[in-house]
């Protein structure tokens, strides 16, 4: 089974009892090495209920999985292959009640956390100039994320307030899943033994990424039997922000020290010429694991390319000639990227493959189960399962319109919470409300126990095309404007729910759809926008396509003051920027361009920027590369503009200003009320001479 795996690969794969760490390089095959491991251990005889696997992606999770059934058969079925929050979800399930939670508990997503944080800010009169909510959340998730406190007391009262609606309302928050579970092994150690037995042997992929409460959870679990497979690499971990950890795989060293390391430094993906540039690059950063990537595939000079452009039209000009070329030699768009350190960097691409016809996709768009109408069909279902869920409650009892406002709704709960009764159980007995609306919350009720008594014999397609419909839900859509396509994701849902019934699982149809709901809404990579061409040049940060390869990478934008950023050049940033710029790069198989501009417009603000000091490290060089300026540039120099130093202009946005400095198109202007001098394209439309 091993035989086709490098000596390193199998040495990993082998490698089945006690700790082991593996540095796996970018696209060295560790996720074919996880998989061979795991058929591995149960072709020597390990029961595959004991091992558990996590990653940190549903897309990674189901294509393991997928890989698993095609070594082992069935056998994979056994195996608990999840994400951090997947799996902890599963197990607040079983144990939450120790915690002082009911198992029905509800997984909220940030429109709803805002929800909850508004609710906390009208109850204690906070000022929401100075505590806005989306401050507040903002807090509050970056407290959970890096495992502290708010230090301002007034948003750490605020804090405390929110934990204890939410408990009261018997909610969790995506970080709540793992502080709950840290909570539950740490407190109560015969549940933590019960985990213990059950997963003997761990994997962790992505070890890199993990944060300080994952990396506790997984050392407690490992903790009895010592069983810890982690495979990472520490030169591509570029998730601090969302308060993942590198640091860990130190640590994993301190507390597992007998572990076995391994380095996995093939690289199946790019070309030599590729890597030796990315070698050089990522051998800057001082704290790491020293390794060097190699290929069997050699290359050429022509696989790296570096241009500078006089400006980012000319830069976007540039490569969409190169993408043209491309085509011409039997590549295709999906071959291709094109990838920046920021976003804003995207605005000019997209504009002109508009206007070139090109096909795109811009990678990270609305998540599917974020849209309005899908979440209100998951919370008409969970209300239907769960028929005291408020949040679900709250959201659908007037949607669609059904003339009850917010007062209505409140006196029910007041009720329900005054007199310990069950929701549906207030509601009939809520008499002081006005009569017509009254009727409406009954009949409302009435509906969904009607569904409730179907939902285990009735298939739930059939059930959500009848909800659909008695709900008058899709009436009230034909008249929004955008109802095809709301419909269009109506109709997308009803696929989801028929592979929910259809996954083979032996359980009943209300913990199939609990269960599907909490996956669905831990989801990272649901959905992608369908009107962007997915057979097109994918256009993307580089952090959206962390585990993605392409025949072809242009890096754009690589200028000093945004790759990298001007406010991380100091230690330890810049060598968090350096490791982007390296994931960026390794993405390359086959040609690898790396462009930058003299000039640039970004934020609505001209900039004159170096050539990344990343650009210099990758090609080797202490001094900046001669400029190579196009025939165009020098074309558009000789065309004389209307304009002379001195001259008075009016910008459409600063008002009146004088032309201080003019070079071909680019002109420096002073408004001197405004007390600022800033650059500008003087063909451009915002700017006009001032007629006296």
Known sequence: MLESLNNNQKAAAEAIHGPVMVFAGAGSGKTRTLTYRIAHMIDEGIEPKSILAITFTNKATNEMRERLFKLVGPSASFLTISTFHSLCASILRREIKVLGYSNSFQIIDEEDQLKIIKEVLDHG???????????????????????????????????????????????????????????????HPKILKRYQNKFQFILVDEFQDTDSIQYQ???????????????????????????????????????????????????????????????????HNTDREKKELFSDIEGSSDDVIVHQAMNHLDE?????????????????????????????????????????????????????????EIKDMIAYLRLIVFSNDIQSFKRIVNVPSRGIGLKTIQKPLDFQKENKLSLFDAIDESKDIVKSKYKSLVKFKELILEFKERIENTDLVTLYDELLVKTE?????????????????????KSILYNIENNGEVASRSE???????????????????????????????????????????ICAFENGIFPNMNLIEPPNIEEERR???VAATRAKEKLFLTCASSRLLYGVYHNN?????????????????IDFTDKEEEKSDTPLDYQVGDKVVHTIYGEGIIVQLKDTIGKICFTDKGMIKQFDMTHHTISKKIN
């Open 125 to 187: 009169n906070y000022d929401k100039r100075t505590f806005s909510p989306r401050h507040i959340r903002r807090v509050i998730n970056y407290s959970k994320c890096f495992d502290t406190k708010p230090m301002i007391p007034t948003e750490n009262q605020i804090f405390n307030e929110y934990e204890s609606l939410m408990k009261e309302l018997n909610l969790l928050d995506f970080e709540d899943l793992l502080i709950k579970v840290r909570e539950l092994f740490s407190d």
């Open 217 to 283: 959870i997984i050392k407690m679990l490992a903790k009895e039997h010592r069983n810890i497979f982690v495979v990472g690499d520490d030169d591509q971990s570029i998730y601090s922000f969302r308060g993942t950890n590198y640091e860990n795989m130190k640590l994993f060293k301190i507390d597992f020290p007998e572990h076995k390391l391994i380095i996995l430094n093939q690289n199946y993906r790019s070309t030599q010429t590729i890597l030796d540039g990315c070698n050089r690059l990522i051998s």
């Open 316 to 372: 976007v000009d540039y490569v969409i000639s190169n993408i043209r070329s491309l085509l011409k030699n039997g590549y295709q768009y999906k071959d291709i990227a094109v990838l920046y350190r920021y976003s804003a960097v995207s605005r000019n691409f997209e504009l002109k493959f508009v206007q070139e016809q090109i096909p795109y996709r811009i990678f990270g768009g609305i998540s599917f189960l974020r849209r309005k």
């Open 473 to 493: 839900y899709l009436e009230e859509l034909e008249k929004d404007e955008t109802y095809e396509d709301r419909l269009e994701n109506l109709m997308e849902f």
């Open 512 to 554: 199939k759809l609990i269960s599907a709901f909490d996956e669905a809404i831990l989801a990272d990579d649901f959905f992608t926008n369908s009107k962007q061409s997915h057979d097109g040049i994918t256009l993307s940060t580089v952090h959206s396509v962390k585990g993605l390869e392409f025949k072809v990478v242009f």
């Open 580 to 582: 982007i710029a390296y």
């Open 610 to 626: 170096k050539q990344s000091q990343f650009l210099l490290e990758f090609i080797g060089s202490k001094e900046e590369p001669k």
